[in-house]
């Protein structure tokens, strides 16, 4: 089936660092991904919708200047926490569509930032 | 904003019982589907229902559908340890043609051996 992962796994910085996160579609091709994050025993929160060659669509109340997101490629998307805080930390999930015509989409491992 | 409601938040079984899960949600939507979510991992998708069926099977869960009332539910049957997990409804909007996903906060289930 069809698989997306994410790299890191984890990852521990320390305050007022940037850290880049990957999200990969690994056998097919994603024009749309979407970024999530997790707070603890809280739901998925719908972070921005990253588009293939433009620019990404944040949700309201999150800092674009702070979560940068590249869409550089079919299968690869990034996101970069620039000047990372503590309250940063999360649970980081990707997405992408594998099949737009039933809706289908695949989840990414995830990514656990913490931020010293 | 958050629409999707899961009910109840947490729930602990035995091995073999059968496990009931609720979802409602306040607007119109395209589908209802129903993910789980091992501890500290990302989401694998169980199943989808669109607005237009009632009722969707994939072997040991059953998945309704009331839009009439707004409200989903995820039966798992037999249950078995390894079904311990957390499961999160999420629906599809119709407004403004979007695709995202707007997800509940989970249940936390919880299959004893």
């Known amino acids: 089936g069809a698989v997306v992962s994410q790299h890191p796994s984890r990852v521990i910085c320390k305050s007022g660092t940037s850290v880049k996160i990957e999200c990969r579609s690994l056998d097919f091709q994603a024009t749309t991904m979407f970024w999530y994050r997790q707070f603890p025993k809280k739901s998925l929160m719908l972070m921005a919708t990253?588009?293939?060659?433009?620019?990404?669509?944040?949700e309201q109340g999150v800092e674009k200047d702070k979560f940068l997101i590249n869409h550089a490629s079919l299968t690869l998307s990034t996101l970069t926490v620039t000047s990372a805080h503590p309250e940063d930390s999360s649970f980081y999930i990707c997405?992408?569509?594998?099949?737009?015509?039933?809706?289908?989409?695949?989840f990414g491992p995830g990514t656990r930032l913490t931020v010293t | 904003s958050q629409q999707g409601e899961e009910d109840p938040q947490a729930l602990s079984i035995q091995e073999g019982e059968n496990a009931t899960m609720n979802c409602s949600y306040k607007?119109?939507?395209?589908?209802l589907q129903w993910y789980r979510q091992n501890s500290g991992r990302g989401l694998v998708h169980l199943i989808l229902?669109?607005?237009?069926?009632r009722e969707k099977h994939s072997g040991r869960l059953r998945v309704t559908l009331d839009t009439s009332k707004k409200s989903s539910s995820l039966l798992i049957t037999a249950s078995r340890a390894a079904d311990t997990a957390s499961y999160f409804c999420a629906t599809e909007d119709i407004q403004g043609g979007s695709e995202k996903l707007v997800f509940g906060k989970g249940t936390k289930l919880t299959v004893n051996p």
């Open positions: 990253s588009n293939e060659g433009s620019k990404a669509t944040y």
């Open positions: 229902i669109r607005s237009n069926e």
């Open positions: 607007t119109s939507i395209n589908n």
């Open positions: 997405s992408a569509f594998y099949d737009r015509e039933i809706s289908e989409q695949y």
